[in-house]
């Protein structure tokens, strides 16, 4: 229906009530991740890099500790300012306030670089390589990837516990959902190469792990569209739940299993 925001768009929108959250608790991503990412992508500063959806900068202070030049897209206004806060030691770096959907980039603007740190699944699937494409210069690249949670063989069992307060509230996994171990995440190659515009796809899959307190990890969660989303009685019955699994534990810490899937593919000629 014309004027209704579909779940992609409504869902995205949620993120900048949780800014003041977002920087301490969102994980950074593996130094190697950027190493990889500038070495096939055959960086050099002063490279011109587009990052599209921000956050608050956590993907973007590697990169312009690096020297490059980046303009940063990002929809919510809380989190934009944040990110011009953290990343105002940059004078090569702008954040503007945009939807890298309908964004215009200004004339005779052209990037080396593409990319989007867990937030390229809330850009428009139909015109989202399109786009990319027609922003970068011949012969840049397009990079994205996600963190997930992933699940080690010797990972912390709290995870059996805390799927069952789900299970209470209504937000359990689906029958036959898979608990993906490190390395093993999904990719999304065939995707970037059946759009045709892109050539010399590779896929690289990191892995990392997090201790966090009770407090740190009801922050994290936070974070995240579908519990900041939730009924007011669901989120208080899982956070009191993990709280008390916690509380229980020597030390009061969990340790949780991140996964990236980094996909770095090469503008291809038309």
Do not use: K
């Not at 209704?4 to 593996?30: E, I, N």
């Not at 011109?48 to 959806?53: F, T």
């Not at 806060?85 to 004078?91: E, G």
Request: hydrophobic letters at 45%.
């Amino acid at each position: 229906m014309v004027g209704v925001p579909s779940d992609r768009h409504r869902l995205r929108a949620t993120f900048d009530s949780a800014a003041h959250l977002y920087q301490q608790a969102r994980p950074g991503y593996p130094a190697e991740l950027y190493d990889e990412l500038i070495r096939l992508a055959g960086l050099r500063p002063p490279a011109r890099l587009l990052e599209i959806g921000c956050a608050t900068g956590t993907a973007t202070v590697p990169l312009a500790e690096r020297g490059f030049r980046i303009i940063c897209l990002e929809l919510g206004p809380r989190l934009a300012a944040t990110a011009r806060d953290n990343l105002a030691r940059f004078p090569a770096v702008t954040v503007t306030e945009a939807d890298f959907d309908t964004w215009l980039a200004p004339p005779g603007e052209a990037f080396d670089l593409v990319f989007a740190a867990t937030a390229w699944h809330w850009t428009d699937p139909a015109t989202r390589y399109q786009r990319a494409w027609t922003l970068l210069a011949p012969g840049g690249h397009l990079a994205f990837w996600e963190a997930s949670h992933v699940f080690a063989v010797d990972g912390d069992p709290i995870f059996d516990d805390i799927q069952r307060l789900y299970q209470e509230i209504g937000e359990g996994l689906p029958p036959g959902a898979v608990q993906p171990r490190p390395g093993e995440l999904p990719d999304s190659r065939a995707e970037i190469e059946a759009s045709g515009l892109f050539a010399d796809v590779t896929v690289r899959q990191f892995d990392w792990a997090v201790s966090y307190t009770a407090a740190e990890y009801l922050s994290l969660l936070s974070t995240f569209s579908g519990h900041i989303e939730m009924a007011p009685w669901q989120r208080d019955h899982l956070y009191q739940g993990i709280q008390r699994l916690l509380a229980a534990r020597p030390g009061g810490r969990l340790r949780r299993h991140w996964g990236a899937v980094l996909h770095i593919a090469r503008r291809a000629d038309r």
